[in-house]
Nanobody, 128 residues
Framework: QVTLVESGGGSVQTGDSLILSCVAS???????????MGWFRQAPGQEREFVAA????????DYANSVQGRFIISKTNAKNTLYLHMTNLKPEDTAVYFC??????????????????WGQGTQVTVSS
């Protein structure tokens, strides 16, 4: 089991930047470095959608088209921490952002079902 705690959300203006963090507590027998990690977001009245993912061992990254070129996913294994660097924020980026952990494949990394553990979320609000 993996416990995830997000932080770093807030209220910003269009064009601003934010960095979200997600600290993982990993049960014995597993290591943060081996986990595939992802960021998802959910706006009011909408389904949870994929934002970005990073593979545990290969560090391969994937992004949703809507954030490609503006967001960067990264991690620091020594700190059991996942990050989402968000730049040039837009009002449509407003949502609760969740980090997730699991074992994913190239065919399902963008689906919520591929991830077994989730954080509680952090709110990001972008005003125009």
């Amino acid at each position: 089991q993996v416990t995830l705690v997000e932080s770093g959300g807030g209220s910003v203006q269009t064009g601003d930047s934010l960095i979200l963090s997600c600290v993982a507590s990993v049960a014995s027998g597993r290591t943060f470095s081996s986990l595939d990690m992802g960021w998802f977001r959910q706006a009011p009245g909408q389904e949870r959608e994929f934002v970005a993912a990073i593979r545990g061992t290969t560090w391969a990254r994937d992004y949703a088209n809507s954030v490609q070129g503006r967001f960067i996913i990264s991690k620091t294994n020594a700190k059991n921490t996942l990050y989402l660097h968000m730049t040039n924020l837009k009002p449509e980026d407003t949502a609760v952002y969740f980090c997730a952990a699991g074992t994913v494949s190239n065919s399902d990394y963008y689906t919520t079902l591929a991830y077994s553990d989730w954080g509680q979320g952090t709110q990001v609000t972008v005003s125009s």
